[in-house]
């Protein structure tokens, strides 16, 4: 079946530095992946998402990039920030519903 | 939109108790889910629903576990009897498109300890 799998489960920063989160999956029949963030005592939110006909894609301080040959894709947040600080989560709808642990992002002052 | 709306959100029972999280999908969505997630295993799913019909059990523990979903703007999740091992924290998200083929809309979670 499928799988998506974030590379490390807890990642620290310091504030104002990049932050880049990893994810791999095995099945390359798809064609749509989301990146959900979890804040302390919240559910997970969208916060954006790639479709497999492109490479990159960016938004407000994130970009989300789709390495189609290695089947990896990863999560960039620039000048990271306190607010930054949650739980991550890659997700690949339709295909695997589990989301698993996440990766903890933690930004230190 | 008011969003996902659960409760309660939290709760704090005795082992053996019936507990019922309740759940309220965003106004016009298809599909309705119910995950649990524990340091241990993480976000897991424990069930869904499309157009009110359940598709996917296979991650329900048990048979102490049942989920409901009588209309379109209401589902439950009932767990009796409760065991220490269900503390967690629950929640519902509900999506416009079936099977989780799209954006997932949590709500808040109901957090569950049982003593």
């Known amino acids: 079946g499928e799988s998506v799998g974030l590379h490390l489960p807890t990642l620290s920063v310091q504030e104002g530095d990049n932050s880049i989160i990893n994810c791999a999956y095995s099945n390359s029949a798809s064609d749509y992946f989301i990146w959900y963030k979890q804040e302390s005592g919240k559910g997970p939110q969208f916060i954006i998402d790639i479709r497999s006909n492109m490479d990159k894609r960016q938004g407000q301080r994130v970009t989300v990039l789709l390495n189609k040959t290695v089947k990896h894709l990863s999560l960039q947040i620039a000048a990271t920030q306190p607010g930054d600080s949650a739980v991550y989560f890659c997700s690949r709808p339709g295909y695997a519903l589990n989301f698993g642990k996440g990766t903890s992002l933690l930004v230190t002052p | 939109d008011a969003g996902v709306i659960q409760s309660p959100r939290h709760e704090v029972t005795e082992m053996g108790q019936e507990v019922t999280l309740r759940c309220k999908p965003i106004s016009g969505h298809n599909s309705l889910f119910w995950y649990r997630q524990t340091m241990m295993r993480g976000l897991e799913l424990l069930i869904y629903?499309?157009?009110?019909?359940?598709?996917?059990d296979s991650g329900m523990p048990e048979d102490r576990f049942s989920a409901k979903m009588p209309n379109a703007s209401f589902s439950t999740l009932k767990i009796q009897p409760s065991e220490p091992r269900d503390s967690a924290v629950y929640f519902c998200?509900?999506?416009?498109?079936?099977?989780?083929?799209?954006?997932?809309?949590f709500g808040e979670g109901s957090r569950l300890t049982v003593l």
């Open positions: 629903f499309n157009n009110n019909v359940p598709i996917d």
């Open positions: 998200a509900s999506s416009l498109r079936a099977s989780g083929t799209g954006e997932l809309f």
